[in-house]
């Protein structure tokens, strides 16, 4: 129950940083293009990095290094962004040798996801 409750509290955070990171960005460089969804894919797989890289540094994580992976890698980076959790599992089939793997995955990832989302929006337009 408190692995739930770090990646709640987290998530909250991160989606409140996401929204404050998106109005930032539209404020500062405009709406033309989507700077905010842009900036906080790649800040947040940055920030991903570190805080895995950090978290394993001492080799298979114990209990609390569970813990914190919980609250800022699930919790905080997935509400500020899942592309950084993307980016992660694409690191570790590049680092584990599986190039084919990591390109299958980057693309069908992007162009299946972007073909949901129309199906989604051609569904929701029926009912509406």
Do not use: C, D, H, K
Not at 26 to 55: E, K, Y
Not at 80 to 107: D, H, K, N, P, V
């Amino acid at each position: 129950m408190m692995q739930a409750f770090l990646v709640f509290i987290g998530g909250g955070l991160g989606a409140v940083a996401r929204w404050a990171f998106g109005m930032t960005a539209a404020r500062w460089l405009g709406i033309a293009w989507p700077w905010g969804t842009f900036g906080v894919n790649v800040f947040g797989s940055f920030v991903m990095g570190i805080v895995m890289a950090t978290l394993m540094r001492g080799g298979a994580m114990t209990g609390g290094a569970e813990n914190w992976r919980l609250f800022l890698a699930t919790g905080i980076l997935g509400g500020f962004t899942t592309f950084s959790a993307f980016s992660l599992e694409s690191a570790r089939m590049i680092e584990a040798g599986q190039w084919g793997q990591a390109g299958l995955y980057g693309l069908t990832s992007v162009v299946v996801s972007i073909a949901a989302l129309f199906a989604g929006m051609a569904l929701g337009r029926l009912n509406g």
